[in-house]
Each structure stands twice: as structure tokens, then as C-alpha cells.
């Protein structure tokens, strides 16, 4: 775990790794359910022994298998199943069972033919071979979809024992960097420049050619159970070195000499004979409960990354002091001045806010679209922070393949009432009459949008052969999820939300509407709205990088404790600036605040959409249309859950502003 961050960077063990105090609490919980097993562990997450050859019981096996994830790469969108390219399969091969999230990702998990038998050491054992003839057009495709794979640095994602297997290398300042994958190979361009992982070996130098990492050397850790209190030993690491030979002789394996190279041109014959060699070493300092903590702890970026973040915290905080004071002075002044002046006789000599009374709860135009907004802005509010808050709690860690998408989805699902409830309720209180069209909107216009573009994305990937194209059985159960359990819950919270009286306002609307004066150019409306989305989008954007790093660098992403407190002061943030910006609004006597307000702190997600860009071009080394098409079709989905979130805190933020400020003055 890293320095200082101890309960916020949750462990992927669950709760237990390290407690903090909320932790401690949900600890205290489970002491009342103790007895009811000996032991807790978060689902799916509980350990499993390992016993030496001759020595199985029913809770320790010997034999260790290798799972193997899709690959996938920074320089494509496209991930591929292992079995797209032409490695080592396993004769009978099994999959285990994916949760939705994992699906949703493009997980694909399956069996492979390394097997290892726990603490028996094996050097240069032979796995399969592969023979390819120029001739034979479907070698050729074989190989030419190998060595794609090598030039784009596809990387190979191995798992033991629901633990990633690691390749550890140095990189700058003597720091040590745990990267989950390994690459297939490299490449050396034609005109001699080595890319990717060919810096690693002096010998790979020959121009156009490619490298193939054909042997792996793996060490499988251990904690020993011997003075613990459970049989065998536990996997604490596993950890590789990819290696290239070329290996002349199959029947004498050697494991030693010139590296393995597939030249540009296939003109000859070719063999490629994978290997590998398995070592086992004991590790009692590491616990099973904490033993993804080296992979967190090197990842990049992480260590400078802690003071950036409380910085912005902290000035985040304090502008929100300066807002919150500026507007409880001013306010607090302006109420006592005009309850002054109400009794006094110059009553007729209204300015200010105070002026616009008769109007501010005139309704708005368009109420129906932005009743609708405000109902899926709620439904993802509530997702998110349920979401977040499990996160923290250590439920969904990277340990829990999937966990987090599976939660997003399934709660953004059973959350449809109280997006019906509340599109309704404002609808009533807009005077809206056309209930049928905005109970419909309500539950099929933002998930619609979101579902085309996903359903577009999705055929680009099953066009591209990829294991991210969700399988059509997926994508029926994902439509039955939204008509069967989506849609009806809408329809229960808009039944309750027409049921109830519109929400009552402290003054009354006058019949014939104000004019509104010139407004200068910051009281205009598309000033403020560009203005009111620097200040959340200032708290937010650092965390976007870590969390566009997780997606598109394929690093994991474990700062849920950070993300919430960046959340949290996201809510505050969206609510102040759009309060404040309102309360100006309606000093230069401008009334128009419903969707202004609304927009204000949605101008976020405008923000997060150029970073988005930005990141696209700066960062990524992404290539080929397909993978830019759907990089800016995920971001356009990201982008309008965004818009929909922001605006809806900002809107009832003002929303309650504006009522409470007409509520304690005294009106004619």
C-alpha cells in the first residue's frame, strides 16, 4: 500500500487488507455474523491452498493452471481472444463463467495448455509447435495476423490463481515497474528503428524483422501455511520474464542462444517452437490478503501523483469557502435591506433580485426535454454514488473481475423509479399536461441514445473480429434488463411522481411576463454557462487522466477513496458555481434560470470531452480509423452520462437557492 493513503487505496483483497476506519465499521458488522462461518472473504475471492504432488487433500490441490485474457494494445481499441492468433491452445479447453461487466469489457477468459505442478521446477519445457508453409495461404494469414500483432504490441494478459502474472522491469529514477501483461514480440522498422520492447535486448537489431517472445520464465511465489493455521501454501506472485530463442533442435531443448526472428518477407519454411521454464520460491513476508500490493505500489505516475491531488483539493476548497461566503454576506444583506425597505415607504423602489419575484417561477421553455434530463440525471447521480461508495468499501477492486461494471448496470437498471419519480414530479410542477410522452421519454430517450451508439460500436468490433464485440445473447439479455426491469420501475416512480402536488413556490407568478433589461456581456447567458464549468472541471481533471489511463493504457485503476472525496467535492463544486452564477442572473433581473442553471454545471462534460481530445492526441498512440471511431464513441457515451449528472446538481442546487431566498422575503 502506498505511504499515507493507508483505508483510501483499498487493497484488492477486500476490506481487510488494511483498515480504515470505515472499514473498521464493516468489520464490526461482520463479528455480529461471525458465527455463522469460519471464515470471511469478499464473493469469489476466497484463497486456495496448494499441496506438493502426492500430498492432495480435498481443500489443497497440486496442479496450478495458467488462464489466459484477451490481448489487447495502447496503439488499438481492438482487443483479440487468444485464440485469434495462432499460439499454444489447450486441448480441452474450459472457460469459466463471466459476469456481465467482464463480458461488457471484453474479457474473454480460457484455459491454456501451461500447467504446472506445484513446487516441481521445469526448465525449457516444450508446448506445442507451430509450422508455417509460404505456400499454404492460410499460414500466410496466420502469420501475417502474428505479426500485426507484434508491430501494434499486442500484449498477452496471463493469470494463476485469479492473480495476474507479472513482468517487472526498471525504468527510470531505479524505480521497478509490475506491468500485467507481457508483448507477443517486437519489431525493427525497415530503416532500423527499434521499437517497443526490442530495447531489451542488445541482439535484436536486424532491420525488418520481427522478434518473437516464444519462451517465458516463470516464478510462481508462495506463502507456506506451515506456521499458519491452514494446510499447504498460498500464492502470493507470480511474475515472468519474456524470452526469444530460436530453437534448432526440438527433440534437445536448450533454451539458450540467438533470439527467434520471423523476417518481414515470408519466403522459407518456419517453426516456432514455444517453451517455458517454472521455478517456485518461498515468500512468508507477503501475505495472501495483500499480495497485489507490489503491482499497485509500482504502478506509473502513482507517487508524484498524491500531492497533485490534494493541492486541487485544496484550492477547490477554498474557492469554496470564497463562494460560500461572498453569497451568505451579500444575500444576508440584500434580505435585510429589502425587509427594510418594505416597511418603510419607499417600497415602490424595488431593485435588485427582489424585483423579478413575479417571474422567476415562470415556467420554462422545453419543460418536458428538461424534466426528462433531470429524471436520468438523478437515476445516475444515485448509480454513481452507490457505485463509489462500495468501491471503497473494497467490494469492487480490481481482484473482482468485472465487479464494477456488473454494479454500474444492474443498479442503473433497478433505478428507474426514482428517475420516473422525480421527471414527473418537476414535469407536474413545469404545468406540463402530456404525461404519456414524458413518462416515455423518461425511460427510452438518454438509455436509447447511449444503446444506439453502443450497438454501432459494437458492430465495428464484431466487423474487426474482436473479443470486446458483445455477443448477441449479451446484448438480448442487456435489452430485456432495460423493457423488463428498466422501463416498468420508470413507470412505477412516474405513477407516484404525477400522484403527488407539483412542489409548491413562495411567491407567486405574475400573468404577463417581465421584460428583461440589456444584459452585459458576463450576466449574458452563454458567458456564464462557458464560465460555470472551469471551476468543477478544475477538481476533476486529474483524476480523468488516471481514470482515461485505466481505460486506454489498460493500467488499473484502484484510487476508488480519492474518487469519492473528488466526487463529493465535485457535487459541491457544480452546486456553488452554478448558485453563484444564478444569484448574478438574477440581480441584473434576469429570470430565465431554469435551464441555465441546468447547463451551467452540464458545461463540465464540454470540458471533459475537449480533455478527452486532447488526451486522444497527446497520450495515445492509437492507430487506424476503427479504433479513433470508437475511442470518440465510448467518450460521446461517457460525455452525455457526464452532462446529464453535472447538470442535474446544478440544477437542484439553484432549484433550492432560488426557493429559499423568495421564501424570507417579504412580498406584497
Known amino acids: 500500500m502506498l505511504p499515507g493513503v493507508v483505508g483510501v487505496a483499498v487493497s484488492p483483497h477486500g476490506a481487510f ?19 455463522l462461518g469460519a471464515a470471511f472473504y469478499l464473493p469469489g475471492l476466497a484463497p486456495v491452498s496448494f499441496c506438493e504432488e502426492g500430498e492432495e487433500t480435498e481443500s489443497c490441490k497440486s496442479l496450478i493452471e495458467l488462464f489466459v485474457n484477451r490481448l489487447d494494445s495502447v496503439e488499438s481499441v481492438l482487443p483479440y481472444e487468444y485464440d485469434a492468433f495462432d499460439f499454444c491452445q489447450d486441448k480441452e479447453e474450459k472457460r469459466p463463467s463471466e459476469n456481465l461487466g467482464q463480458v461488457l469489457f471484453g474479457e474473454r477468459i480460457a484455459s491454456s495448455p501451461y500447467k504446472f505442478t506445484f513446487k516441481k521446477q521445469e526448465t525449457c519445457k516444450k508446448v506445442c509447435t507451430r509450422s508455417y508453409d509460404p505456400g499454404n495461404s492460410a499460414d500466410k494469414s496466420k502469420l501475417a495476423f502474428l505479426k500485426k500483432g507484434m508491430q501494434l504490441n499486442y500484449q498477452h494478459h496471463w493469470i494463476i490463481d485469479n492473480m495476474p502474472v507479472t513482468w517487472c522491469y526498471d525504468v527510470e529514477d531505479g524505480q521497478k515497474y509490475c506491468n500485467p501483461g507481457f508483448p507477443i514480440g517486437c519489431f525493427v522498422t525497415p530503416d532500423g528503428r527499434v521499437k ?60 539458450e542462444g540467438p533470439p527467434m526472428e520471423i523476417p518481414g518477407e515470408f519466403t522459407n519454411k518456419l517453426n516456432l517452437v514455444y517453451t517455458y521454464s517454472v521455478t517456485f520460491e518461498e515468500k512468508n513476508n507477503i501475505k495472501w490478503a495483500s499480495r497485489w500490493d507490489y503491482i499497485l505500489e509500482s504502478m506509473p505516475h502513482t507517487n508524484i501523483q498524491w500531492f497533485s491531488i490534494m493541492n486541487s483539493l485544496v484550492i477547490v476548497l477554498f474557492l469554496s469557502g470564497m463562494v460560500a461566503m461572498i453569497i451568505l454576506r451579500t444575500l444576508h ?46 437515476q ?27 454494479c454500474a448496470v444492474v443498479l442503473w437498471v433497478l433505478l428507474g423509479t426514482p428517475a420516473g419519480y422525480v421527471s414527473a414530479r418537476m414535469y407536474k410542477t413545469f404545468r406540463g399536461e402530456k404525461w404519456k410522452t414524458n413518462v416515455l421519454l423518461t425511460a427510452l430517450l438518454c438509455p436509447g441514445i447511449v444503446f444506439a451508439d453502443f450497438f454501432i460500436m459494437n458492430l465495428i468490433l464484431w466487423v474487426k473480429g474482436s473479443s470486446a464485440a458483445i455477443p448477441f445473447g449479451t446484448l438480448v439479455a442487456i435489452l430485456a434488463m432495460w423493457f423488463g426491469i428498466s422501463v416498468p420501475l420508470t413507470f412505477v416512480g412516474a405513477y407516484f411522481g404525477f400522484k403527488e402536488k407539483p412542489i409548491e413556490h413562495p411567491v407567486r407568478t405574475n400573468q404577463i411576463p417581465r421584460q428583461i433589461p440589456e444584459q452585459s456581456f458576463f450576466t449574458k447567458p452563454l458567458p456564464g454557462i462557458i464560465m460555470g464549468g472551469i471551476l468543477p472541471f478544475g477538481c476533476i481533471f486529474i483524476q480523468l487522466f488516471f481514470i482515461l489511463n485505466s481505460i486506454w493504457s489498460h493500467q488499473m485503476y484502484y484510487m476508488f477513496g480519492f474518487l469519492f472525496l473528488v466526487f463529493i467535492i465535485l457535487l459541491i463544486t457544480c452546486s456553488e458555481a452554478t448558485v453563484l452564477l444564478c444569484y448574478f442572473h438574477l440581480c441584473a433581473e434576469d429570470y430565465h434560470w431554469w435551464w441555465r442553471s441546468f447547463l451551467t454545471s452540464s458545461f463540465t462534460a464540454v470540458y471533459l470531452f475537449i480533455y478527452a481530445v486532447h488526451y486522444f492526441f497527446s497520450k495515445l498512440q492509437i492507430t487506424g480509423t476503427a479504433s479513433t471511431i470508437l475511442y470518440f464513441g465510448y467518450t460521446m457515451i461517457m460525455v452525455l452520462i457526464f452532462f446529464l449528472f453535472t447538470g442535474t446538481i446544478g440544477f437542484f442546487a439553484c432549484f433550492w437557492f432560488v426557493s429559499k431566498i423568495y421564501s424570507v422575503v417579504k412580498v406584497d
Open 17 to 35: 487488507a488494511r483498515p480504515s476506519c470505515k472499514m473498521r465499521l464493516l468489520a464490526a458488522a461482520l463479528l455480529l455474523v461471525a458465527p
Open 196 to 255: 517497443d520492447a526490442c530495447v531489451i535486448n542488445s541482439e535484436f537489431n536486424k532491420k525488418n524483422t520481427f522478434y518473437l517472445f516464444n519462451h517465458v520464465d516463470i516464478t510462481i511465489m508462495y506463502h507456506s501455511g506451515k506456521d499458519e493455521n491452514w494446510p499447504g501454501a498460498r500464492l502470493v506472485m507470480a511474475r515472468l520474464r519474456p524470452q526469444s530463442y530460436k530453437h534448432t533442435d526440438e527433440n534437445n531443448l536448450s533454451c
Open 333 to 378: 444583506k440584500d434580505i435585510a435591506r429589502y425587509n427594510q425597505i418594505d416597511s418603510s415607504e419607499d417600497a415602490q423602489e424595488e431593485f435588485g433580485w427582489k424585483l423579478v419575484h413575479g417571474d422567476v417561477f415562470r415556467p420554462p421553455r422545453k419543460g418536458m426535454l428538461l424534466s426528462v434530463f433531470l429524471g436520468q440525471g438523478t
Open 380 to 406: 445516475i447521480f444515485i448509480m454513481t454514488f452507490i457505485t463509489l461508495f462500495l468501491a471503497c468499501l473494497g467490494f469492487l477492486s480490481p481482484a473482482n473481475r468485472g465487479a464494477l461494471m456488473t
